[in-house]
């Protein structure tokens, strides 16, 4: 690079700096005001806004503040930081002070608030290290203020334990209503780590028949992220939060807590992908009509979450022409119908009219834990366990036509199938 293109830069810096020592003589606080001197801080467009400006000719702390005629003060910058130079900042008579309230749809932090109509002495005043504060100061009118501030109402967050791990219970989501109160200009609802509140898992509400800024009742449904393939954030005690904020300026925040238990995205296998099916060669079964088609596997749980499952139990025998629905039929005591959330191990053909008709727990009873949630029996492939399965299927008439290849799938009902064409074998019946 040209050295002569470099030096001519420095040289004005340099000369810049040399011209600032000069003015660093004059008063701290200079060109002060608020222009203009009246507004109507309400957001629809006319005067909403004030600018208020200021210059420093050394590093200062800065406040800004109004005083209503009763002498009450309220601070819109307190003690800040600056340096020299030139400053401009807008104001809409809001000032973020925040406040406590009880009302009857629960405890709502006041983040910030327009002030009422009314005259106000403004103030700004500059400290520099050990000197005195010097003031600007004038007046400000506000009229037609918008001082309502815009509220969650109801805020409520169900349940409070959330177990978000795709068993197919109600905790698995977790409904997050209120009412806004207003119209705003934003909504944000978060779970947040209080332990950590930089972390910040936002929640965005579904489409519906109001816009997420309009006055009215919202509803959410999180699912910690479980829904869209992902690990929902670790288990732990969380909060959820809402913040709304109007277009003038006015905030609010509510927060309610939540509990995450036993999150995880559920996974399972068929060890090695392997069927025993019972009188294999070469990937053939051989049986007569009348005789059973059986089979064995090992599934392990490979998730960290506990996997739910439910009946018919390992050694079940079905017809060729039932399935676990019909099979309801004849327990009279029990349905083995289609549970959402709950994993079955599944046989399926190349024929079938329902996807794999024949389903089994995905273990013995001994092999899984036993648990009663709001008085229901549930049955759980504990996270690093393994559930043995066998059954068999009576070929007890002919097989459609076409009929040929048989294999095995683990189904996540209601969500997928997880595993599907596991050890695919040819199946031929013959006439006895
Ligand atoms: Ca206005
Ligand atoms: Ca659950």
């Known amino acids: 690079m040209n050295r002569t293109l470099w030096i001519a830069p420095l040289l004005l810096l340099l000369l810049s700096g040399c011209g600032r020592l ?14 203009p001197d009246a507004i109507s801080p309400n957001a629809d467009g006319d005067a909403d806004v004030t600018e208020i400006t200021y210059s420093l000719r050394r590093a200062a702390h800065v406040s800004i ?35 406590i309230i009880e009302i009857d749809g629960g405890t709502v932090e006041v983040l910030s608030r327009v002030l009422p109509d009314g005259p106000y002495r403004w103030v700004i005043e500059a400290v520099e290290e ?42 698995d989501w977790v409904s997050i209503s209120y009412y806004l109160t207003k119209d705003a200009d934003q909504v944000l ?11 910040r898992y936002f929640i965005a509400e579904e489409p519906g028949v109001i816009e997420p800024e309009e006055r009215g009742y919202h509803e959410y449904r999180y699912e910690g992220g479980v829904d869209l393939n992902a690990e929902p954030p670790p288990d732990g005690e969380y909060a959820i939060i ?34 025993d099916w019972q009188d294999e060669m070469n990937r053939v079964v051989l049986i007569q009509l009348g005789e059973k088609l059986c089979f064995s596997a090992v599934v ?64 013995r009873q001994e092999d899984l834990e036993r648990r ?30 076409g009929t040929q290849i048989w294999w095995g799938g683990l189904i996540h009902q209601g969500v997928e199938v997880a595993n599907n064409d596991i050890d695919r074998i040819t199946v031929d019946v013959g006439a006895p």
């Open 22 to 35: 000069s003015f660093d003589a004059g008063p701290l606080l200079y060109a002060a005001g608020l222009t």
């Open 65 to 99: 503040y109004f005083e209503d005629e009763a002498g009450t003060r309220t601070y819109f910058r307190q003690d800040r930081r600056r340096a020299a130079g030139d400053y401009s900042v807008l104001w809409g008579g809001a000032v973020d002070e925040r406040q």
């Open 130 to 171: 050990g000197r005195e504060p010097v003031r600007a100061e004038g007046t400000i009118t506000l009229t037609n203020a918008d001082t309502e501030t815009p509220i969650l109402n109801n805020f409520a967050v169900v349940p409070e334990v959330f177990r978000p791990n795709q068993d197919g219970l109600r905790d």
């Open 189 to 199: 609802v978060y779970l947040v780590d209080p332990a950590d509140e930089d972390l």
């Open 242 to 275: 809402g913040e709304v904020r109007d277009r003038a300026g006015n905030a609010s925040r509510v927060s309610q807590p939540l509990t995450i238990e036993e999150g995880g995205k559920p996974r399972a296998d068929v060890v090695q992908g392997e069927i």
């Open 300 to 363: 392990a749980n490979e998730s960290t979450v506990p996997i739910r499952t439910s009946g018919p139990w390992p050694g079940q025998e079905y017809r060729f022409r039932e399935n676990y629905n019909t099979l309801a039929d004849e327990l009279a005591e029990r349905s083995w119908g289609q549970q959402s959330g709950v994993w079955r191990f599944g046989i399926n053909y190349d024929t079938t009219g329902l996807d794999f008709p024949y389903r089994w727990a995905v273990g």
């Open 372 to 401: 009663v949630i709001n008085g229901q029996e549930q049955w759980y492939l504990m996270p690093g366990m393994r559930g043995e399965v066998s059954g068999c299927i009576v070929i007890d008439e002919e097989p459609p036509t």
